[in-house]
């Protein structure tokens, strides 16, 4: 079973910036792709940032220039630098990893989810 922690979020003044951590743990033997949405109250939920195992990323148009995401292949964790915070990216930020396998000897991949964290951007 594939665990994924979050970590980092809070309360934040508008301008001021949080950075994000989620680790996968568990029988892993490779992730494809991982990332994260968000969801605010009343609102559809959004793919706000992923990266590839290669490093490639893609950003929401709405965080593109503001919000950073990497990944520590080593450590199966994908962060999210998150600045110039806006009270409009309040939400709860939920980690996912794709396309993970978890046994070298078979081509099974998974997809897994946090449990998210909470951001809150307000003066």
């Known amino acids: 079973q594939v665990q994924l922690v979050e970590s980092g979020g809070g309360l934040v003044q508008p301008g001021g910036s949080l950075r994000l951590s989620c680790a996968a743990s568990?029988?892993?033997?490779?992730?494809?792709?991982m990332g994260w949405y968000r969801q605010a109250p009343g609102k559809q939920r959004e793919l706000v940032a992923h990266?590839?195992?290669?490093?490639?990323?893609s950003y929401a148009d709405s965080v593109k220039g503001r919000f950073t995401i990497s990944r520590d292949n080593a450590k199966r964790t994908v962060y999210l630098q998150m600045n110039s915070l806006k009270p409009e990216d309040t939400a709860v930020y939920c980690c996912?990893?794709?396309?993970?396998?978890?046994?070298?000897?078979?081509?099974?991949?998974?997809?897994?989810w946090g449990r998210g964290t909470q951001v809150t951007v307000s003066s």
């Open positions: 996912f990893a794709g396309g993970v396998r978890e046994d070298r000897t078979s081509l099974r991949t998974k997809d897994y």
């Open positions: 568990g029988s892993i033997f490779s992730v494809n792709v």
């Open positions: 990266i590839y195992s290669g490093g490639s990323t």
